[in-house]
């Protein structure tokens, strides 16, 4: 059977690195900060994680690791564009090259090496999984029904109101980019110690780049994240599956499935905001604007 309970589960898991890396994003874009270096925040994350776990012997630690690396990548590009007020664009691309080249580095020692398994928790589900689930309402509830959140999603709607009012946008922003950073970095070590078990150089293999459609996908809204996580994730399950009962389509057409579903999704909510907005968006107002503190 296609759908069952191992595939659910398998489904969920899939889509978990997703929808960690998806909630960063939200939080960062909430906050009026386009960052394009999620692949690359979850391919460091990645491997910090798995380097802790394989010496520690704890999966926890291993992901607490890949946090505080994800979150400290992002502070370099926290740093560059919100006090140097570099382009957040390039400066986002430039941090997944790095990150991307910065494990390719440092990895090599650890090609070939099985990560520590990962304890199951309640109904077989591990802890991560279920973290990634309570993260949705938390996130949105957060943003929608705190002081914190609504000055968050003041900042990323109007900074300079926001400035005007007396709040600090650029700490506001500073600290989103790093619980952003964080998340990611969490969901790459998933990658790396729940899902391949070891790590291998470049194994995100896309994903940040899928958890940025999939903010788009969401309305920068977690539960639309969730959403879109799970889209990804079953069709990824899905062609795996397919691939297994041996069905006669073409391996790399059934590979592409999760990219090609991904990029339909967008084209038709981008239709259908144009056709509904006369071509606006739901995007934060400041989204990607540098901000020039009044002097």
Excluded: C
Excluded at 62 to 89: C, E, H, Y
Excluded at 245 to 271: D, H, K, R
Aim: proline share 4%; aromatic share 8%; hydrophobic share 60%.
């Amino acid at each position: 059977m296609i759908l069952d309970v191992t595939t659910l589960l398998l489904l969920i898991s899939a889509a978990t690195p997703i929808l960690f890396a998806a909630l960063g994003e939200v939080i960062v874009e909430r906050a009026g900060v386009l960052n394009l270096g999620v692949e690359g925040l979850m391919i460091v994350g990645a491997l910090a994680g798995f380097a802790a776990a394989h010496a520690t012997g704890s999966t926890a630690l291993g992901f607490a690791v890949a946090a505080v690396a994800g979150a400290g990548l992002a502070m370099i590009f926290a740093v560059l564009t919100q006090m140097l007020l570099t382009n957040q664009v390039a400066t986002g691309l430039a941090l997944t090259l790095f990150g991307l080249g910065l494990t390719a580095m440092f990895g090599k020692p650890y090609e070939g090496i099985k990560a520590p398994p990962v304890p199951a928790g309640p109904l077989g589900v591990n802890a991560m999984i279920w973290l990634g689930l309570a993260l949705v309402p938390l996130i949105w509830l957060g943003l929608n029904r705190t002081r914190a959140g609504l000055i968050l999603r003041g900042v990323g709607e109007n900074h300079d109101a926001a400035h005007a009012l007396g709040y600090k946008v650029r700490a506001v922003r500073i600290a989103a980019i790093a619980a952003g950073g964080a998340l990611a970095g969490m969901g790459g070590a998933y990658i790396s110690i729940a899902i391949v078990l070891q790590w291998t150089e470049g194994m995100t293999a896309g994903a940040g780049w899928i958890a940025l459609a999939i903010v788009v996908f969401a309305g920068w809204n977690p539960w639309g994240a969730l959403a879109g996580a799970w889209l990804f994730g079953g069709v990824t399950v899905l062609q795996l599956r397919l691939q297994a009962a041996g069905v006669a389509v073409p391996v790399q057409l059934l590979s592409m499935a999760p990219y090609l579903a991904t990029i339909l999704v967008l084209v038709l909510i981008s239709a259908r905001q144009t056709y509904a907005r006369g071509g606006g968006g739901t995007a934060p107002g400041s989204l990607g604007r540098p901000f020039h503190a009044l002097r």
